[in-house]
């Protein structure tokens, strides 16, 4: 991280604080440990979800939390009592992880207030939970009758909002973010040195690291991660049946497919959290039209297709700025195709360095249930985790790895190429699929997958504010400014 970050905005000491606070929440001593799930082949499990709120997610929400309080508490240093504190009001919108993640990372935190809106009746029972069941003064729930977009929609007219801003100072939690998107490259570090410090490998001519992904941002710290160095020989890009980002890499055309096909989602788990046109599944989280964060690595090819170098090569000013130009202008007129016309093409040179770093697969429902199942049952004598329970978006990186195995890796073979496979939430939080997969097997019960931080969760005091579309963004304005003012904070 401190590559980063300048040392004079955070130095060394306060840094390695930051990072303690952040991480001593996590229930494993290693953060995000590495397990083996195949030893016969070379397949491993990056566990990310033993964070407070189960998903990998709270890597990168626990570490901003605490980038925001270091910033307003250096702010509010010289502020007198009876003055005016700087106070950052947080917005976000969430189908479900992300606002419990950003109110765990950022509850009791000094001078910030957080507002997250949710689609009533749309989030799963545990996720709606693991929200409004935080009781903390700065935290402040929203609970909207309409979709995940309508959500979306508030936030980003409150951030064009000259008469909010008037008092508020207002920041986001989203995967835009960069912060969030540099504490996830950690992890990928933290995978490769975990697995070489496995006592059984000797040597590593390759890595690929699978990671199930719908807008794109977890894999795109993977990419930067590759960017500086790190020896991943391919990041596979592992979809559900909203498969954007799969067609793409195969065709070079990023093109919406709405779905017009019988849902397979269920509701419980939060598959109804998304715009119409979305094909519900079981691995909600990823059901998208498209990728938020892709242009972002467009930008980046398109740059260096330009420029003649890559990110991290010398050239000249002048190139280097009228290459940012162009590849700015190019991104903008992909997007506006894209939204007027539902899709764009991209060029050989483009699609080309685009597949020097990623591969594909797209994973159905059916593949995610079947690889539920052979995982939790596995006898057999390589493996070391019979009666493992993978949550659905999970299982689509483990069948991803699976596939890249059995295309790539031939017995004969004396290559030692090696998979990580990302996994993304506790099984626990999309239960019914799992009870799909697995409910006819001896032995499994919901009480096995139920960690006891769930235990009794429906039960607890919830605090939530409803609010109806048709109030408008005056009266969205007015819940927020009503709440800030019950903190104590001057408006």
Partial sequence: M???????EIDGQQLRDIIRRSYSVFRSPDVTPLVPLDKSKNLYLLELFHGPTFSFKDVALQFLGNIFEFFLVRKNIDIREGEKRHNLTIIGATSGDTGSAAIYGLRNKKDVSVFIMFPEGRVSAIQEAQMTTVLDSNVHCVSVDGTFDDCQDIVKALFADDEIKKTQHLAAVNSINWARILAQITYYFHAYFSLLRQ????DLDKLKICVPTGNFGDVLAGFFAKQMGLPISKLVVSTNENDILDRFLRTGKYEKHYSHTASNGIAADGAKAHPEGVHETLSPAMDILVSSNFERLLWMLVYESLSG???SAPTSTEIAKTARTKASE???????SLKHEGSFTVGKIVLEAARIDFESERVSDSETLSTIKSIYTDTSSSSKTKGYILDPHSAIGVTASLRSIARYISPSSSEKVYHISLATAHP????NAVDLALKDEPGYSFEVVLPEEFVGLEKKERRVRMVKKSQGLAGIREVILDEVRKEGVKV
């Fill in 309 to 311: 170098d890559s990110m």
């Fill in 2 to 8: 401190s590559l980063y970050i300048s040392r004079s």
């Fill in 330 to 336: 190019q991104i903008n007129a992909w997007f506006n």
């Fill in 428 to 431: 626990a939080k999309f239960v």
């Fill in 199 to 202: 006592s059984e490998i000797k």
